[in-house]
Structures are given as C-alpha cells and as structure tokens.
C-alpha cells in the first residue's frame, strides 16, 4: 500500500536570513543567504539525508527565487547548488548577477 504524498512548503525565514523546506511538519532542508542592498547572495544549500533523492533541493530553491523575484530583490549565486539550478532553469537569467570578487569578500566578513 502506498503512502499519500507528503505536504512540502518552502518558507522564507527571515530571522535566519533562509528558506527553508518544510515536508509534513518536519524541516528537510535549507538554503541561506544574506541580503546585500537590493541583491540576495545565496551561499549554502542543504538537504537532511533522511530526504535525500526527493527532488528536495530543486523544489526549495524554485521556491527561493520565485520568492526573491516577487521581492524584488536579484539573485546572486555564491551556493554551487543555486549556481547550477540557475544554468538549467533560464527563468531567472533576468535577475541573476555574477559572483564578483567584491560580493565573496563582503559575505566572507558578514559570516564572521
């Protein structure tokens, strides 16, 4: 017998500066970020291993950028994870700037 499907919702929490991705109750993952003027630079993306090879991580920051878009805020993808969903998801090319030099110190000091 198989199991009904789980309830998933993708929630920004701003306390946190991340979203976060929430199956039956129960957070499965999360990608952060910092806020940097009118850009959010997502550095770091992760998916519990108990929800692993769900589609977790896809579904989570589909999420994130439409949220980021509806914002409107542009995306800047330091998170590897991000950086490739971005190369295979166009929808965003719009508002996606680049990885500067400039953007990896700032994030390096706001992680301190």
């Avoid at 003027?37 to 550095?43: E, I, K, L, S, T």
């Avoid at 805020?73 to 500067?100: G, M, Q, S």
């Amino acid at each position: 017998m198989s199991q009904p499907p789980a309830h998933r919702i993708v929630q920004r929490v701003d306390a946190e500066d991340r979203y976060e991705i929430v199956v039956d109750g129960r957070r499965a993952g999360l990608t952060a970020y910092r806020d940097r003027g009118g850009r959010r630079v997502f550095f770091h993306t992760e998916i519990d291993d108990a929800f692993a090879g769900q589609g977790l991580a896809t579904e989570l920051v589909q999420g994130a950028l439409a949220d980021v878009r509806e914002s409107g805020k542009r995306i800047v993808p330091v998170c590897t994870y991000v950086a490739k969903f971005l190369e295979r998801h166009d929808e965003f090319a719009d508002i996606t700037d680049p990885v500067t030099p400039d953007v990896l110190r700032w994030l390096k000091e706001q992680l301190r």
